[in-house]
């Protein structure tokens, strides 16, 4: 089983729709969690951090469940620029400050 | 943006040969990593540098080797490269640990294209 695990995708969504992504994480001692985001042939980009009580950045809006291992990503009111992947990112437990990503989520917004 | 840079961009080269590849970093950071993305399997750990001279390994560090004699390079190097090793190499810097810092970031340089035939 992966540490991270993200649905491939893609996700086909027209302009102005909502969408939510998932990921699990197996590792209950993991204690940071990110959104990076990647276009095509670009290096990945940090897109928010999560904390526990969930966050919103704009459109974004992050949540994390420590109980059931999960983190989800919204983005409401999508944008043709909204089209990326969008990685889960998780940190290793114990004293070594390394990530494990996930594979990513593809978004395609269509007009 | 960061300013990171990696080279070459590109580098196809044969089984068996060596092959180096460099990160170099404007940014004074002192932690450094390289990864690998394939598909299918996302970013991946080779090896990490947390200070000059300082490195350890990562999750896919067999057949890679690292140095970093200097804060802002870090090496590299497949000592005999191998078709499984054809994969897309990250870069990335981060100023602090993310067991330190609730504002954690890592960037990431514009990656480097290998091709082993």
Partial sequence: RKEVEQDPGPFNVPEGATVAFNCTYSNSASQSFFWYRQDCRKEPKLLMSVYSSGNEDGRFTAQLNRASQYISLLIRDSKLSDSATYLCVVSYSGNTGKLIFGQGTTLQVKP | ?117
Avoid at chain 2, 40 to 51: C, E, F, K, P, V
Avoid at chain 2, 86 to 106: D, G, M, N, R
């Fill in chain 2, 1 to 117: 943006d960061a300013g990171i840079t990696q080279s070459p961009r590109h580098k196809v080269t044969e089984t068996g040969t060596p092959v180096t590849l460099r990160c170099h970093q404007t940014e004074n950071h002192r932690y450094m990593y390289w990864y690998r993305q394939d598909p299918g399997h996302g970013l991946r750990l080779i090896h990490y540098s947390y200070g000059v001279k300082d490195t350890d390994k990562g999750e896919v560090s067999d057949g890679y080797s690292v140095s970093r004699s200097k804060t802002e390079d870090f090496l590299l190097t497949l000592e005999s490269a191998t078709s499984s090793q054809t994969s897309v190499y990250f870069c990335a810097i981060s100023e602090t640990s993310v067991l330190v810092s609730p504002t954690y970031e890592q960037y990431f340089g514009p990656g480097t294209r290998l091709t082993v035939t």
